[in-house]
Structures are given as structure tokens and as C-alpha cells.
């Protein structure tokens, strides 16, 4: 086992511990802005349906998010909401159920209104046979207009320990054209610690697979942070992935939070790298990636110059929403599944995230609604500030002010006064009218965005989120 520390001076990223201390607090992502912790059970059904009249009147593209959450067996560090089963049998029900709430939610919608983008994520999509993925794409199509457009995306997100490369010819033959592969780490006692075995050659397997059969773009995920990673270790799982050359890039930190996901509490918190640690392990891949020449994308996402998602941030098109960075800015995000969450106009919707409720509300002919909520105006000012610094890093005050008549000083001067101790600290500048991440602030993005955010005032609200490092 390799012992060597992840170090960050050895990065030359002189993050002292005082800085760190000072800094490593929790915080939200911000895939939407309000985060899904101030959602509310005021919202229901009904102003589901108001939302997707108003919504109608726009004729914005749709994006569809489906939510799979059967896994065979749980990920240690795993946070997302997930079934654990070896019955393969509960995924034609649920394929059913799908189908039945999107019959409901394609009705709200009017037939001009164009899917461009259809995401599976999970727990573990392929948990689903191809053939029953290919129903279930195939009832979505009958039910929706799907674009024809060569930008179209149809993605899914992969384990590749339960998939074969024959398989993967099949979700190239039902018309997937992206895959998203959950690796993580290839070190053995870092996969062990995790509850994660997947040897090197599974991976690359699929990876081909993926390339031989039509899916024109392959991220793949990796974590740093996990029980016992170390730098020499992490370098070794970037540079395998870097042989293969994916499309995109994921470098996801670990989240430690055993107090809501009971999965966690197997990890031995002592095998988890310091703050600092981390912060080195992300140091290396940014280098080795940069080096490879992948664009950093921001937070945690990096992609070759000639990808979409580059090509969108280089534009200032880039998005960011419950799937993450994505290049379809101006559409609205029907979430079908357990806990899937929507974005229609200006409100967000999520369905429960108990299995049972979802179905029993499927089955009785309700539209899911568990909770949600509709944004106020300033809620719609932020939200927009907030896509601006995780898309780009930076925000053009004078743009900002035009573009939502406000006079930026007066309308945040407490969020400024927040925003002052990221200056000081070098995370942070405000000059020539631009606010922006410093170089050191790139990989702490949500710390600028969280000076924006009132709703963290109340300490309360941070319980649920991981720490910023």
C-alpha cells in the first residue's frame, strides 16, 4: 500500500491550516439556488400545474431527468438516494410506474415544447435491463417530442461492474449517446475500504465499448477525500484515466455526513484525509488534467477543449442544475422517479424519497409532489448571480446591474461585507467592476457563492450540507 501523504505544499498550494479552519464550513453545491433544504410542503400539486402553464407560454426546451434508485449492493460513501436490492424483478414495476408519471407530467406540458436533453441517474440506472431501459425510452418518446438536433443528449450514468460491452451495444442501439462511469479510485484498499471493488479492466472494457458503439462522449467520476487515498495513489487513478482519455471528468470530494446517510457510518473517520489532505488530492488532478489539456470547467468538472460543456463555459452558455454542468441553459427540468426533483418557471418540485409514497401516489393517479417551492423575485436575482460564479467563476457587475436593474452595492451590501474575508484571504477579488475567484478560490467556488446566499444565515440550514473542503 502505497503511504506517502497528500501533501499541499509539495502542490505549491500554500493553504496554511489557519486558513483552512477558517474557511472549511458546511455548505450547499448549489446545483439550484434555493437549495432543496428550503423547499416546503406549502407546495403541491397545484402549483405544479400553475408553473407548467406559465412555463407553456415561454415554449423553452425540456430537459428530462429520470431517477433509478436500485443498487445491488451499497457504496460506503454513497449520499444518494438509493433502494438496495438483488431483485432485478422490481425494476419492471417500477418502469411502469415511470411511464404512468410521465403520461402526467407530459400533459401539463403544450406537444410544441422539444426534449433536448434525457438523463438516467441513480442509484444505479443499469440496474434496468436494456430492454427495459429501451421501454422506458421508448414510451418517454411517445410521450414527449424529442429533438432530432445533432445536440440532442440521451446520457446515463453507468456502473461498470453490472454491465457488459454487449449490453452497452444495446443502449447504443436504443439511442444513448453519452455515459457517465462511476470509477472513484482504482487503488484496491481504497475500494475495499469503500465497499467498491472494480478492477481497472472492468472499467476500460466499458469505456471501449461505449466508444465502439455510438456514445460520443464518456465521463467518468472519480473522489477524492475517500479512506485511505493518498497522493502517489490518487496521481496512479488519474493517470490510468487520463490513458483513456474521457471526454469529461468528474473529481467529486467525499461528503462525509454518517448522520444522514447510515452507509457512512462504516468509514472510519480516522482514515480520512484532513482538510488540507484533500485539498492536495484535488491539487493533483487539476495539475495532471491542465497538463493534459482539459479545461477546468469549475468546482469540480473538466472536459476537452472540443466538448460541448467546453465550448459552452468559453461562450458563457454554460448551466448548472441538478445534473450538474450542462450545455442546455434555457429549458425546463421535468424530474420522473423517487426524490427526482423539477424546474419549471420559477419553482422547484421534488417527489418523496421514501420508495412507498412515490408509488402509492403513481398508483392512485397523483401527480408525486412532496414538496417544493415557488422563487420569489430575490430569489430569482440570486439564483442568477449564483449560475453566474459556479458556471464562470466570475460575475460583470455593470452586466448584472443591467440586466436586472438593480444597483448591485445597495442590493447586496451585507452579501459584500460577507464577500470581504474571501478578499482578504486571497480566495477572492473585486476589481474593474468583476467579482472572481482568485486562483486558489477555483476549487472553493461555493464559498464565493455562499456570501450570496441569506438562507445560510440560519445555522440551522447548514446540518445538511457537506464541508466546503
Known sequence: MDTQPASAASLGWNFDPELLRRHDR?????????????????????????????????????????????????CFYCGCNRVITRDHGRGQAYVERLLAEAAQMAALFGPCREVVQLHFGGGTPNFLSPQQLQQLVAGLRRLFRFS????????????????????????????????????????????????????????????TACRQHGLRSVNVDLIYGLPGQTLAGFAQTVDAMLQQRPERLAIYGYAHLPHLFRAQRQIIEADLPSAEDK?????????????????????????????????????????????????????????????AISHIDSSYSQNPRELPAWEVAVDEGRLPVWRGMELSADDQVRAALVQELMCHGQLDIAEFERRHQLVFADY????????????????????????????????????????FDPYLHDQRSTQRYSRAI
Not at 486571497?426 to 477555483?442: C, D, Q
Open 412 to 451: 447586496f451590501a451585507a452579501d459584500l461585507q460577507r464577500l470581504q474575508a474571501l478578499q482578504d484571504d486571497g480566495l477572492a477579488r473585486m476589481s474593474n467592476g468583476v467579482i472572481a475567484a482568485t486562483e486558489w478560490g477555483r476549487p472553493l467556488l461555493r464559498l464565493l457563492a455562499m456570501c
Open 26 to 74: 458546511p455548505g450547499p453545491r448549489y446545483t439550484s439556488y434555493p437549495t432543496a433544504p428550503q423547499f416546503h410542503d406549502r407546495f403541491g400539486v397545484d402549483q405544479l400545474t400553475a408553473a407548467a402553464a406559465r412555463s407553456n407560454a415561454s415554449g423553452r426546451p425540456l430537459s428530462l431527468y429520470v431517477h433509478v434508485p436500485f443498487c445491488t449492493s451499497p
Open 279 to 339: 485539498l492536495a488530492l484535488l491539487g493533483i488532478a487539476v495539475e495532471k488534467l491542465t497538463a493534459a489539456g482539459y479545461q477546468y470547467i469549475g468546482l469540480d468538472h473538466f472536459a476537452l477543449p472540443d466538448d460541448p460543456l467546453a465550448i459552452a463555459q468559453r461562450q458563457g452558455q454554460l448551466h448548472r442544475n441538478f445534473m450538474g454542468y450542462t450545455t442546455h441553459a434555457q429549458t425546463d427540468l421535468i424530474g420522473l422517479g423517487v426524490s
Open 148 to 207: 432530432a438536433d445533432a445536440s440532442r443528449d440521451i446520457s446515463i450514468e453507468l456502473d461498470p461492474r453490472m454491465i457488459t460491452p454487449a449490453q452497452v451495444a444495446e443502449l447504443g442501439a436504443i439511442g444513448f449517446n453519452r455515459a457517465s462511469l462511476g470509477v472513484q479510485d482504482i487503488n484496491p484498499v481504497v475500494q475495499q475500504a469503500i465497499n467498491r471493488i472494480q478492477p481497472l479492466e472492468q472499467t476500460v472494457a466499458v469505456m
